[in-house]
């Protein structure tokens, strides 16, 4: 299996070719030469495995090929399944789909029309930093999960900012919004305000271009040391 570039956590290879994306696992990059692929978690890349296995709440974006596929959570991009695929209820899976045989359970969804993924945000979402500093902000802090938008097109935006703020490329002025392009070019900090606490924090969604955000706003915390 060739390395993948994770913006998280955690995958599970056991000795028997099987590679198991857990729930809190983003894995982006290349899988090959795998038995077996579960995923409940996110991946998104070149694929190719025996058996790829979609569990409910799971997301499988890229170029696709197996032996055989079975999906109860989402799959989108250009598929080849040289025998079976098996859609069941709660799956969907959209794009090129090329497969052998179809088993389609009420409620599964197989359409070519490939449809606008929203953006979820992921990383571990938090920060530590010294009283009065600043911190640079790394995509295993804070990073977007979108397979169809470039890191230019997706747009942070920043509230509820305590005891601290958000700067670009070094400056101290505080700013709202910045892309996923300026997380991974290092241009992003937290700047801690200098007040005497041990705990601050930020609230952060992400957008894409056609306005499709991750949802209700999440608490990055920020630890304060010093």
């Known amino acids: 299996m060739q390395p993948a570039d994770r913006p998280g956590w955690g995958q599970s290879v056991s000795n028997s070719g099987v590679l198991i994306v857990r729930e809190?696992?983003?894995?982006?990059?290349?899988?090959?030469?795998?038995?077996?692929?579960?995923?409940?978690?996110?991946?998104?890349?070149?694929?190719?495995?025996g058996n790829v296995l979609v569990h409910q709440g799971g997301r499988c974006y890229g170029n696709i090929k197996s032996e055989s596929a079975e999906i109860?959570?989402?799959?989108?991009?250009?598929v080849v399944v040289k025998n079976l695929i098996s859609i069941r209820s709660s799956g969907s899976v959209s794009g090129n789909v090329r497969y052998g045989?179809?088993?389609?359970?009420?409620?599964?969804n197989l359409s070519a029309e490939v449809r606008n993924v929203p953006p979820s945000l992921s990383g571990d979402l938090d920060l530590a930093?010294?009283?009065?500093?600043?911190?640079?902000?790394?995509?295993?802090d804070l990073t977007a999960l979108d397979p169809d938008d470039t890191a230019q097109n997706l747009t942070f935006t920043i509230s509820n900012a305590r005891n601290g703020f958000i700067t670009l490329a070094?400056?101290?002025?505080?700013?709202?919004?910045?892309?996923?392009?300026?997380?991974?070019?290092?241009?992003?900090?937290?700047?801690?305000?200098?007040?005497n606490t041990q705990a601050a924090?930020?609230?952060?969604?992400?957008?894409d271009r056609s306005g499709a955000t991750s949802g209700a706003a999440q608490t990055v915390k920020v630890h304060v040391s010093g």
């Open 24 to 49: 809190d696992t983003a894995i982006k990059g290349e899988i090959r030469n795998c038995r077996q692929l579960e995923v409940y978690g996110y991946v998104e890349g070149d694929i190719a495995a």
């Open 101 to 108: 045989k179809l088993a389609l359970e009420q409620g599964g």
């Open 129 to 140: 930093v010294s009283r009065g500093k600043s911190v640079r902000i790394t995509q295993q």
């Open 72 to 78: 109860h959570g989402d799959m989108q991009g250009d």
């Open 170 to 195: 070094g400056a101290r002025t505080p700013i709202t919004r910045f892309t996923q392009a300026d997380l991974a070019n290092g241009k992003v900090s937290f700047t801690h305000d200098g007040t």
């Open 201 to 207: 924090s930020f609230d952060v969604f992400v957008a």
